[in-house]
C-alpha cells in the first residue's frame, strides 16, 4: 500500500493526518450525486509493461497499478458496501458471409477481474473499516454508530409522546416475541445486528489499492474490429429499493515500454537490392524500434551514381491488422494500409559533377544530406511517424497502432522506401522512370512510452503522505517539422 492503515475512528493519536485532508493530484471523478462523489487518483498515470521480441522466451515481470480512491460525503448518507473492480477484457467483432446473408463472428475473451472490498455491513472483518480503513477526516466530530439511528430513534421518540398524549396510557410499543419488552434480550426493529446497512457522516474518506498485473498480458488495444480494454470501476451498494447502487468506471491505459534487454537486442535495419543488374541501391536504418511521433533517419546509397537519375523518393509504412477468435478456428484480414510518410522530388546524379553540385545546393539541401564518394552517392533523410495530434484527428487517413503481442489482434508494420530511377543513356534520350522498392518489418510502440514514463514514483515512508505527480504526464508527440 502506499501508506499504513489510519486508526479506525478520528482520534488525537496522530493529529498530522487529521489535522487536514492531503491533496490527491490529477483526480478524476467517476461518481457524483447530491450526498457524495468518488474520484479516483493514480500513483503512475499509466500501466507499463515490458516490451520484448516475439520470441524471446524470458519471463514477463508484472506491472503494478496503485492509486487511491476517494469517497467525499456532502450529506450523511447510508451504504451497504464500498468496493472496487479492475478487470479486463478482449472482444473481436467482424461482419462476414456474402451480402444478403450477413454474419458476425464474435468473440469475448476475460483476462481477469481484481475485487477490493474495503467496506461490508455484513462482514464484522470489513465492518472494522467503518468509517475508513485507510484515512478519514470529518467536518466534525465523529458520532460512532449505536444501536439505534438517531433519525430514526428521535422520530419515534416524538411519535411516542404523540400518541401517550391522546391516548394516555394505551399505547405501548409492539415487540415480537414472548419475552418482556424491556428484556435485553429482546429482537429490537432498530438492533445494528439486523440493519444492512451504516451511516456514513459528513467527511472525506481515502482507500488505497494495488494490484497486480501479468506481464504477458496484452496491451490497451482499439481498432475497428477489435479492443483490449482495462477498466477500473468504483462499487457502492446503498440499501432500499429506491435508492439505486452508483457504479464509476474508470480506463486505463496499459503501454508497453522497451526494457534495456530488448534494446541491447535491437539490430540496424540493411536492405538492398539490384536493378537491371546493373546499378545497386541499399538503404540502412540505426534501429528497428520506434515510438509514435518519433524520427526515422534513413540513409540510401546508389551505385554507380553516374548512371541513374533519381526522380523522386516515397516512405510508406504499411500496416497490417489480422482477427482471430479465441479457438483460433476463425480468422479475418483486412487490406494492407499504406501511410505516405514522405515525398520529395530529387535529382541525385548526373554525368557532370559541378551541375550536380549545383542542383543539390538549389533543390535538395533544404531536406537532404548528400555525398558523393567517387563510385557511390548516398543521401540522408528524417521521416516523421504520425503523432496523437494526427492519430486522433478525423481524418484517419494517418492513423497508425501500435505493435500488439496479442494473439487474436495482430498488428504488424514494415517501412516501405520507394526510389523512381531512370538510365542515364545517350542513345535513348527518352527516359524512362521505374520503380522500385525495399521494404523491411520494423516495430512501433505507445509515444507514452518516454523516459520520463519509465519511471516509476518512489515509494514513500509510512508517516508521510503518497507523492502524486504534479502534473498530467504528456506524452512525446510534438508536432511534426515538415522538412
Same mark, same amino acid.
Given at each position: ?36 462523489? +468518488? ?36 450529506? /450523511? ?21 456474402? /451480402? ?44 460512532? +454508530? ?66 497486480? +498485473? ?226 523491411? /518489418? ?23 503522505? /503518497? ?17
Amino acid at each position: 500500500m502506499l501508506s499504513d492503515p489510519a486508526p479506525k475512528h478520528s482520534s488525537d493519536s496522530n493529529p498530522r493526518l487529521y489535522s487536514a485532508f492531503p491533496p490527491l493530484l490529477n483526480e478524476k471523478v467517476i461518481i457524483k450525486t447530491n450526498e457524495l462523489s +468518488v474520484s479516483i487518483a493514480l500513483a503512475e498515470p499509466m500501466l507499463c509493461l515490458q516490451w520484448h521480441y516475439p520470441d524471446d522466451p524470458s519471463e514477463k515481470t508484472p506491472a503494478v497499478l496503485r492509486g487511491q480512491m476517494h469517497l467525499h460525503v456532502t450529506k /450523511p448518507v447510508q451504504i451497504k458496501t464500498i468496493g472496487i473492480r479492475f478487470r479486463s477484457q478482449g472482444h473481436t467483432d467482424w461482419p462476414g458471409g456474402i /451480402p444478403p446473408n450477413w454474419t458476425h463472428v464474435h468473440d469475448k475473451q476475460n483476462f481477469f477481474v481484481h475485487k477490493h472490498v474495503y467496506f461490508n455491513c455484513k462482514d464484522a472483518s470489513l465492518m472494522q473499516n467503518n468509517p475508513g480503513r485507510h484515512y478519514c477526516h470529518h467536518t466534525n466530530t465523529v458520532v460512532p +454508530v449505536t444501536a439505534e439511528d438517531s433519525m430514526l430513534a428521535k422520530g419515534r421518540t416524538l411519535y411516542l409522546k404523540s400518541i401517550e398524549g391522546i391516548f394516555p396510557g394505551r399505547h405501548q410499543p409492539t415487540y415480537t416475541g414472548n419475552k418482556h419488552p424491556r428484556s435485553k434480550q429482546n429482537s429490537h426493529p432498530y438492533d445494528s445486528k439486523h440493519r444492512n446497512y451504516a451511516v456514513f457522516a459528513v467527511g472525506k474518506y481515502r482507500y488505497n489499492f494495488e494490484f497486480i +498485473v501479468d506481464g504477458s498480458l496484452p496491451e490497451t488495444i482499439e481498432t475497428r474490429f477489435g479492443s483490449v480494454r482495462y477498466v477500473l470501476e468504483a462499487v457502492i451498494e446503498r440499501p432500499g429499493l429506491l435508492q439505486s447502487n452508483l457504479l464509476g468506471t474508470m480506463e486505463i491505459l496499459v503501454i508497453r515500454i522497451p526494457t534495456e534487454a530488448s534494446l541491447a537486442r535491437m539490430e540496424p535495419i540493411v536492405n538492398s537490392r539490384n536493378w537491371k543488374s546493373q546499378i545497386y541501391y541499399s538503404i540502412a536504418i540505426p534501429g528497428n524500434l520506434f515510438p509514435l511521433s518519433s524520427q526515422i533517419p534513413i540513409t540510401f546509397r546508389l551505385t554507380p551514381p553516374t548512371d541513374v537519375e533519381c526522380h523522386r523518393i516515397k516512405v510508406y509504412v504499411v500496416e497490417t491488422i489480422q482477427y482471430w477468435t479465441a479457438n483460433k478456428n476463425i480468422s479475418h484480414s483486412r487490406p494492407a494500409k499504406m501511410v505516405l510518410l514522405f515525398d520529395r522530388a530529387c535529382f541525385v546524379a548526373v554525368p557532370e559533377k559541378e551541375k550536380m553540385v549545383d542542383h543539390i545546393r538549389t533543390d535538395m539541401t533544404q531536406w537532404l544530406e548528400y555525398n558523393h564518394y567517387g563510385d557511390q552517392a548516398e543521401g540522408k533523410f528524417n521521416v516523421h511517424l504520425p503523432g496523437c495530434h494526427e492519430i486522433n484527428s478525423r481524418c484517419g487517413s494517418r492513423r497508425l497502432h501500435c505493435d500488439t503481442m496479442y494473439g487474436n489482434i495482430k498488428i504488424s508494420h514494415r517501412i516501405k522506401v520507394t526510389f523512381f530511377l531512370s538510365q542515364n543513356n545517350q542513345k535513348t534520350p527518352s527516359k524512362r522512370v521505374s520503380e522500385v522498392s525495399l521494404e523491411s /518489418p520494423f516495430y512501433i510502440i505507445s509515444c507514452q512510452a518516454t523516459q520520463a514514463n519509465m519511471q516509476l514514483s518512489a515509494y514513500t515512508r509510512p508517516t508521510s503522505d /503518497p507523492i502524486f505527480p504534479a502534473e498530467d504526464t504528456k506524452c512525446g508527440c510534438s508536432e511534426p517539422n515538415r522538412n
